[in-house]
């Protein structure tokens, strides 16, 4: 069974400063890994997707993230933080070829002017 | 139109009434999915459909009815719901259920009086 912990509920960073989302994950198999973004009264939009090529995943909007399977991570970052980031990011973990996703509880991220 | 729609985008409803969501897919897929989103808690995984046949029930109560006519729509009907039904709705389509990659509709809004 997989599961995903996302370490932090709330980020809160000022507009140009780095973003960094913290994701841990647990899967018996080889994991598809995801992040996705939701902002207020929107579905969820796939910002990137790991499978098992790079492991440096580039995703929409400048964000990023870096799957590093020794310390059972996934966490998200972008450079400089935009206003229209503040949303709630949530961290998700398949077993490759499985439509069942874990998500994790969110992360809100909030961005000061 | 594109992507994944759902309709209505808000419901409010009384305990004995029986509504309808509607999700409609524009992307050829033919796997379906009905999620249900709470506050504070991890997207909880409904039903699944795949090639218009329903391949899981995830413990979900018979108040919830799914209805999948074709590839393209996916019916949620609803009848004598509780208070604590009230939650965001979101469908989910992707091209099988062997592809993880699940593309997500805004969500319905409802709100169980």
């Known amino acids: 069974a997989q599961s995903v912990t996302q370490l932090d509920s709330h980020v809160s960073v000022s507009e140009g400063t780095p973003v960094l989302l913290r994701c841990n994950y647990s899967?018996?198999?080889?994991?598809?890994l995801f992040w996705y973004v939701q902002h207020p009264n929107k579905g969820l939009q796939l910002l990137l997707k790991y499978t098992s090529a790079a492991t440096l995943v580039k995703g929409i909007n400048g964000f990023e993230a870096e799957f590093k399977k020794s310390e059972t991570s996934f966490h998200l970052t972008k450079p400089s933080a935009h206003m229209s980031d503040a949303a709630e990011y949530f961290c998700v973990v398949s077993d490759r070829g499985d439509y069942k996703l874990s998500f994790g509880a969110g992360t809100t991220v909030t961005v000061r002017a | 139109e594109t992507g994944v729609t759902q309709t209505p985008r808000h419901l409010v409803m009384g305990m004995t009434n029986k509504k309808s969501l509607k999700c409609e897919q524009h992307l050829g897929h033919n796997a379906m999915y009905w999620y249900k989103q709470s506050a504070k808690k991890p997207l909880e995984l409904m039903f699944v459909?795949?090639?218009?046949?329903?391949?899981e029930n995830n413990s979900v109560p018979s108040r919830f009815s799914p209805e999948c006519p074709n590839s393209s729509h996916l019916f949620l009907h609803l009848h004598t719901l509780q208070p604590e039904d009230s939650a965001l709705y979101l469908c989910?389509?992707?091209?099988?259920?062997?592809?993880?990659?699940?593309?997500f509709g805004p969500g319905t809004r409802l709100t169980v009086t």
């Open positions: 989910a389509s992707s091209q099988e259920t062997k592809d993880d990659e699940q593309y």
């Open positions: 459909y795949n090639f218009k046949e329903q391949t």
């Open positions: 899967s018996s198999y080889s994991p598809s």
